[in-house]
């Protein structure tokens, strides 16, 4: 039973779209199909998750004497593939379908000029960049470009003196390899994206401040360890249940609920005895409807999310995790972030005088729209945890193993108050 409730957080269903420098993926190209009998192809949309406009892609190792002592044979840094532009002079272009990604940099060379120019820009939601850099044909050099929470690159070759290696003089063109992101989180929230293997996308939830009556029913007792995993401990981590928190009810603001009736338990979490000190992650961009980007820093695990059942007047029983399509959720404290902090660039946040319209099966109300609290990860649950304390410490506490059904799935929680005044959006 329940004894006291008040609004506390709104938890949005969220994509997250980069998980900071430590995620980075590297795009050799080698693993696209082997183009023999021809030296090159096309690269084909959908590639890592990436539109490819003029973009080709060469055997950097082929005898061919149209490869052989120009940038696409030097300038290979992984073999045997690298990446260039599909004609003299014209422009490669890579977008993201839904989402943005942070190009962090790549090896850059010049297929037939000396001194050639090679513009690298980029545009996303938020911000624009560009840079210039001149490169040769006799080897590759790794350019840092830091762009941060971008959805289109474009690298554009001009200039240069002919080297004399290529069977036509002049050829403005480049060759790239090892061309380095932060990985790729599929928006799950995309149905048209091929790429995206997750369930159904989360509800959202309006989080209420709950009180346990101990008068009703038993005391809530400590327990550990249990092991979360989620994508930020893709190797698990283990933390202590310490008390029962907050209540979160299926809420709709412009969107229909999907699943009206399963509603989250809030459980407060603190590190096992042994558990490795949780690192904070900065530049977290997630996205979510209409609050649209943010940038945050996690600083710790604080809770769990635990799909449950309300019934106001009668017990009930919690949901089957085998027979439900509702994940269970890591929460770490986040701190949002007005710069990124890998390059000091502006990052999107909240803006000021937030409201939204929310309505649950308990009440319908306008709300002001405070600073982000938490971001909440889907997460695998397992362990034999042990009661923890009390008179009956030591002994185990039974729970049922949970296998996240959407990988993807996340959670974005801001501070929510009755508005008091109406602000037009």
């Known amino acids: 039973m329940l004894k006291r409730l008040s609004v506390q957080v709104l938890a949005l269903s969220v994509s997250l779209i980069s998980v900071g420098p430590a995620s980075a993926e590297v795009i050799d190209f080698d693993d696209l199909a082997d183009p023999s009998p021809a030296f090159g192809a096309t690269i084909s949309n959908g590639y890592r998750s990436l539109d490819w406009t003029n973009s080709f892609y060469i055997d950097g190792t082929s005898s061919s004497s149209v490869v052989m002592g120009t940038g696409w044979d030097t300038g290979l840094v992984s073999s045997p593939q690298i990446f260039t532009n599909t ?10 379908p839904s989402g943005t990604f942070d190009l962090n940099g790549m090896y850059i060379t010049s297929v037939c000029n000396t001194g050639m120019t090679v513009t690298v820009a980029a545009t996303g939601p938020i911000n624009s960049f560009s840079q ?15 762009y941060d929470a971008i959805d289109t690159l474009t690298i554009t070759p001009a200039g240069g003196t002919d080297a004399g290696v290529c069977t036509a003089a002049g050829n403005e063109q480049f060759a790239i390899d090892d061309l380095t992101i932060n990985e790729l989180i599929i928006d799950p929230n995309d149905p048209n994206d091929p790429n995206n293997p997750s369930a159904s996308e989360p ?17 809530f007792e400590k327990f550990g360890p249990l092991t979360l995993t989620d994508a930020v401990m893709p190797s698990g981590a283990n933390y202590d249940v310490i008390k029962a928190g907050a209540l979160g009810v299926p809420a709709e603001n412009g969107t229909p609920i999907i699943d009206p009736n399963t509603d989250m338990r809030e459980y407060k979490l603190k590190a096992s005895f042994g558990t490795p000190k949780f690192n904070k ?10 609050c649209g980007d943010a940038a945050v820093t996690l600083v710790k695990p604080v809770s769990l999310l ?19 399509d509702i994940d269970h959720y890591t929460c770490y404290k986040a701190v949002g972030q007005k710069k990124f902090k890998s390059s000091g660039s502006p990052a999107p ?4 005088k937030t409201q939204m319209d929310v309505m649950d099966e308990l009440q319908d109300r306008r709300y002001d729209i405070k600073k982000i609290s938490k971001l909440c990860l889907a997460t695998d649950k397992a362990g034999s945890p042990l009661i923890i304390g009390g008179p009956n410490a030591g002994t185990p506490k039974p729970i049922t193993p949970a296998t996240r059904k959407n990988t993807e799935a996340a959670l974005l929680c801001y501070k929510a108050k009755s508005a008091k005044l109406f602000i037009t959006q």
């Open 87 to 96: 004609s003299p002079g014209v422009a490669s272009v890579v977008t993201i």
């Open 132 to 146: 210039n850099v001149v490169v040769g044909v006799s080897g590759s050099t790794w350019f840092d470009f830091n």
């Open 203 to 219: 509800d959202d939830y309006l989080l209420y401040k709950a009180k346990n009556d101990t008068k009703a029913g038993p005391k």
């Open 281 to 290: 992650l900065a530049d977290v961009v997630a996205n979510t409807e209409p």
């Open 306 to 324: 635990v799909p449950t059942n309300m019934d106001a007047s009668s017990p009930t029983t919690a949901p089957d995790p085998n027979n439900s």
């Open 349 to 352: 946040f909240l803006p000021k």
